[in-house]
């Protein structure tokens, strides 16, 4: 990335500046995308010709929708960070465990799979936000 910083290239052409501006913002985007675990099934998913449209909303189960109420209901009613940071803890728990199955997904090329544990992936990502809002607009 330092090889591509416009600060290196100062002095240079105005079109190789821009060729290198454009390079380290690819190069920003990229690494966005592949620290990100759901940005990075996502893009996973695409490159493999299997993207999540619209017509993929069945991909999640109703044990799966019913769980992410429940959680929402607990995050609803909790009015501490006492009471939200458990449920924070147990929601990057299931995270996690969802990453891991999306790595093994990807590396077996289970694409169905894949596309399940990402729409999972989404919910729980959703959630976590909710978590976070929630706690600082509590203090």
């Known amino acids: 990335m330092k090889e591509f910083h416009p600060d290196r290239h100062a002095s240079s052409a105005e079109e190789e500046k821009a060729h290198t501006a454009s390079m380290a913002t690819d190069v920003t985007r990229a690494y966005s995308v592949i620290g990100d675990p759901l940005s990075r099934a ?5 490159l493999r010709g299997a993207a999540i449209g619209e017509s993929d909303s069945s991909i999640v ?14 995050v609803d009613h ?17 995270q996690s465990e969802i990453c891991q199955e999306l790595v093994n997904a990807f590396r077996e090329e289970r694409l169905d799979d894949a596309k399940f544990e990402t729409a999972k992936l989404q919910y729980w990502n ?3 936000e909710t978590i976070v809002e929630k706690i600082s607009s509590v203090n």
């Open 61 to 74: 189960d109703n044990n799966l929708l019913l769980e992410i109420m429940e959680v929402r209901e607990e």
């Open 78 to 94: 909790a009015s501490s960070d006492n009471e939200l940071r458990p449920i924070l803890q147990s929601c990057k728990k299931r």
């Open 126 to 128: 959703r959630v976590e």
């Open 42 to 46: 996502l893009h996973l998913l695409e």
